[in-house]
């Protein structure tokens, strides 16, 4: 039994030589293919939010919650605004990968040279423009020589509220222009020390929530903002709905007319793929739902954004998740889709090498017996080449180095399934052995007193 283990050991052996380089250069490919691919996803990111109470924080903290289940941890960065939030992601040297940024903020041209992406649009955040009850404005040219807070430069509401002062034919250093940030500007409203506050937020904003409940605080209505949506494609006209605040109280007591930019999620064009599959499925799930200003599943969506929406995210809110991630872990799922094409590869190419390689595992364990034939016709060359006179020398010698063969054939472990190769190269061994012995004694005497002298 020992010796039966021994000869199917070597066939394990021939079988790892055969497949051996086949197995490495597979290894090889799909090591590369795996780095080129790259399936998996960083396992960290940094989100440029928003102010301090804004929706963008509020919303940031529910991003960084929902990915921290797929074990990504996301660094929330407080910035002032749409515009800091673009020059991070402008700037190379920024560690900020994802921000949010409201629409209307850059240029389709200017996006695209600076290899800036959109996610899509996730909500709409209404222009609001809160001013004391002791001075009630209707339009905007009533604005002129007041003291309106559109907040920091880092913000995209002085851009905005500067194109829309224009369309009133008001110029800015008509309207004294405050930059405080969004906390301070509603204290110093609060107190008289402006006269107005504009900024652009989802109303989950808790600044807005408590200054649409605040007495002696009202809210601008844009009568007009039908005509603002047509003059400005990146706005849209959405209806504050009475009672929506507070219907017991009656809050606010009538519609008001707003005009709205989006929020959108934008990222640089190197963002792992991975990442921005998960980005989506997250906004589906903290937008998707009704709310103020929109219906049930009308966010997130591929429109109202001037920056180029990746494909990814067009054919999500087209269709859907993708068919492997409706069934199967995301990991799982990710993997296989990046994966698919090297995946594919290889099955085509296991199939031929399916077919070769028992072949040559075969010639293989054979060649072990075969290599040994051309010693064996070489003693046989060697008995017919060689003159008469030299044979009584010849023939002895031939009928050592074939005992050394022989000795040596008899060493050689080979699987038992190919023991028969081995049986018909020893008695061809003897075969050989016989003809020499033959021809020795048939010799004729010359031959044999000729070698004796």
Same mark, same amino acid.
């Given at each position: 039994?020992?010796?039966?283990?021994?000869?199917?050991?070597?066939?394990?052996?021939?079988?790892?030589?055969?497949?051996?380089?086949?197995?490495?250069?597979?290894?090889?490919?799909?090591?590369?293919?795996?780095?080129?691919?790259?399936?998996?996803?960083?396992?960290?990111?940094?989100?440029?939010?928003?102010?301090?109470?804004?929706?963008?924080?509020?919303?940031?903290?529910?991003?960084?919650?929902?990915?921290?289940?797929?074990?990504?941890?996301?660094?929330?960065?407080?910035?002032?605004?749409?515009?800091?939030?673009?020059?991070?992601?402008?700037? *190379?040297?920024?560690?900020?990968?994802?921000?949010?940024?409201?629409?209307?903020?850059?240029?389709?041209?200017?996006?695209?040279?600076?290899?800036?992406?959109?996610?899509?649009?996730?909500?709409?955040? $209404?222009?609001?423009?809160?001013?004391?009850?002791? /001075?009630?404005?209707?339009?905007?040219?009533?604005?002129?020589?007041?003291?309106?807070?559109?907040?920091?430069?880092?913000?995209?509401? !002085?851009?905005?509220?500067?194109?829309?002062?224009?369309?009133?034919?008001?110029?800015?250093?008509?309207? /004294?222009?405050?930059?405080?940030?969004?906390? #301070?500007?509603?204290?110093?409203?609060?107190?008289?020390?402006?006269?107005?506050?504009?900024?652009?937020?989802?109303?989950?904003?808790?600044?807005?929530?408590?200054?649409?409940?605040?007495?002696?605080?009202?809210?601008?209505?844009?009568?007009?903002?039908?005509?603002?949506?047509?003059?400005? $494609?990146?706005?849209?006209?959405?209806?504050? *709905?009475?009672?929506?605040?507070?219907?017991?109280?009656?809050?606010?007591?009538?519609?008001?007319?707003? =005009?709205?930019?989006?929020?959108?999620?934008? %990222?640089?064009?190197?963002?792992?793929?991975?990442?921005?599959?998960?980005?989506?499925?997250?906004?589906?799930?903290?937008?998707?739902?009704?709310?103020?200003?929109?219906?049930?599943?009308?966010?997130?969506?591929?429109?109202?954004?001037?920056? *180029?929406?990746? !494909?990814?995210?067009?054919?999500?809110?087209?269709?859907?998740? #993708?068919?492997?991630?409706?069934?199967?872990?995301?990991?799982?799922?990710?993997?296989?889709?990046?994966?698919?094409?090297?995946?594919?590869?290889?099955?085509?190419?296991?199939?031929?090498?399916?077919?070769?390689? !028992?072949?040559?595992?075969?010639?293989?364990?054979?060649?072990?017996?075969?290599?040994?034939?051309?010693?064996?016709?070489?003693?046989?060359?060697? =008995?017919?080449?060689?003159?008469?006179?030299?044979?009584?020398?010849?023939?002895? %010698?031939?009928?050592? /180095?074939?005992?050394?063969?022989?000795? /040596?054939?008899?060493?050689?472990? =080979?699987?038992?399934?190919?023991?028969?190769?081995?049986?018909?190269?020893?008695?061809?061994?003897?075969?050989?052995?016989?003809?020499?012995?033959?021809?020795?004694?048939?010799?004729?005497?010359?031959?044999?007193?000729?070698?004796?002298?």
């Amino acid at each position: 039994m020992p010796r039966i283990f021994k000869f199917t050991e070597f066939s394990l052996r021939d079988l790892l030589v055969t497949v051996g380089p086949m197995t490495l250069l597979i290894v090889l490919a799909c090591y590369v293919a795996y780095r080129l691919v790259d399936p998996t996803p960083p396992s960290h990111v940094t989100l440029s939010t928003g102010q301090e109470n804004s929706a963008y924080e509020q919303f940031g903290k529910k991003y960084a919650d929902t990915l921290a289940r797929y074990g990504i941890t996301v660094t929330l960065q407080p910035s002032l605004g749409s515009q800091e939030n673009l020059r991070r992601l402008n700037d *190379p040297g920024s560690v900020t990968d994802i921000a949010f940024v409201q629409s209307g903020s850059t240029e389709h041209d200017e996006a695209e040279r600076a290899g800036l992406i959109s996610l899509g649009s996730l909500f709409t955040e $209404p222009v609001w423009l809160f001013f004391r009850e002791n /001075r009630i404005f209707t339009q905007l040219k009533e604005l002129k020589g007041r003291k309106v807070n559109v907040g920091p430069e880092g913000t995209g509401v !002085p851009r905005l509220f500067t194109a829309l002062l224009s369309v009133n034919g008001i110029e800015p250093s008509d309207v /004294r222009l405050s930059e405080l940030e969004d906390t #301070p500007a509603t204290v110093a409203l609060l107190d008289g020390s402006i006269d107005a506050l504009v900024f652009s937020s989802a109303p989950d904003s808790l600044l807005v929530q408590m200054l649409l409940q605040t007495p002696g605080i009202k809210l601008f209505d844009f009568s007009q903002a039908e005509a603002y949506s047509r003059r400005f $494609p990146y706005l849209s006209h959405v209806t504050l *709905p009475r009672g929506i605040v507070d219907l017991g109280k009656d809050l606010p007591s009538k519609n008001y007319h707003l =005009i709205a930019p989006t929020a959108t999620l934008v %990222a640089r064009e190197d963002l792992h793929p991975a990442l921005i599959d998960l980005f989506v499925q997250t906004a589906t799930a903290v937008h998707g739902g009704a709310g103020w200003f929109r219906k049930q599943g009308e966010f997130p969506n591929a429109s109202y954004t001037e920056i *180029p929406v990746v !494909p990814e995210a067009e054919k999500f809110y087209r269709e859907g998740p #993708p068919f492997l991630q409706r069934y199967m872990p995301f990991w799982l799922a990710n993997f296989l889709e990046r994966m698919w094409v090297v995946i594919v590869a290889l099955g085509a190419l296991f199939l031929p090498l399916s077919r070769i390689i !028992p072949p040559l595992y075969v010639w293989k364990v054979r060649s072990r017996v075969y290599r040994w034939y051309g010693q064996l016709r070489s003693v046989e060359q060697a =008995i017919e080449e060689v003159p008469p006179a030299r044979r009584a020398d010849v023939y002895p %010698a031939q009928l050592k /180095r074939l005992a050394q063969l022989e000795e /040596r054939v008899n060493q050689i472990t =080979i699987p038992l399934s190919f023991a028969d190769e081995l049986y018909r190269l020893r008695s061809n061994i003897n075969l050989v052995r016989k003809r020499i012995l033959w021809l020795s004694e048939n010799a004729p005497e010359s031959d044999r007193m000729s070698g004796a002298a």
